[in-house]
């Protein structure tokens, strides 16, 4: 009797990489200028994340940097899902239009944005960059995430 060997990726398969959030009121595309801007990065934008269950749009801008070994992404976490109901009053003309603010990462909710960057840096490299991501006068606060206390990293794996 021939015995059964399983593997699982998902055990042996675990990415680094450091988590940013940023607060601010700038669109996406205003927020990767300015990030490029000040940080001497080349975000463009790639693609978006379409989640299938509420339908949720989420920008995502990347930017790889070949000479340092960097890869860096900045991704909405917030989107704006509209959706139109049909008037139901005799003497309305007009539908209702709804619309829900929803997340990509439910934990960070009050984050509008997160920045990944992957690459082996140290522990001063990240404090120098949170100082550099707090002094631009469009954020309003900026933070390093522990990824340990995140439940859902799959979400952050590109």
Same mark, same amino acid.
């Given at each position: 009797?021939? +015995?059964?060997h399983h593997l699982s990726l998902e055990d042996t398969f675990e990415e680094s990489f450091h988590l940013f959030t940023i &607060?601010? $009121?700038e669109e996406s #595309?205003?927020?990767a200028f300015i990030l490029n801007r000040m940080l001497d990065l080349q975000l463009q934008k790639t693609k978006s994340i379409v989640r299938k269950k509420d339908l949720g749009e989420f =920008? *995502? &801008? $990347? &930017?790889?940097?070949? @000479? +340092? #070994?960097q890869h860096w992404y900045l *991704? @909405?976490?917030h989107s704006l899902l509209k959706s139109e109901m049909p008037a139901t009053d005799l003497f309305s003309s007009s539908n209702t239009i709804f619309e829900q603010k929803i997340h990509y990462v439910k934990e960070l909710k009050k984050a509008p944005y997160l920045l990944k960057f992957d690459a082996e840096v140290d522990a001063s490299f990240l404090r120098n960059l949170l100082k550099k991501l707090q002094s631009i006068p469009q954020? #309003?606060? =900026?933070e390093l995430i522990n990824l340990a206390q995140l439940k859902n990293q799959k979400?952050?794996?590109f």
């Open positions: 009797m021939k +015995k059964k &607060y601010c $009121e #595309y205003r927020m =920008a *995502v &801008y $990347e &930017y790889l940097d070949h @000479s +340092k #070994y *991704v @909405s976490n954020i #309003y606060t =900026a979400l952050l794996i």
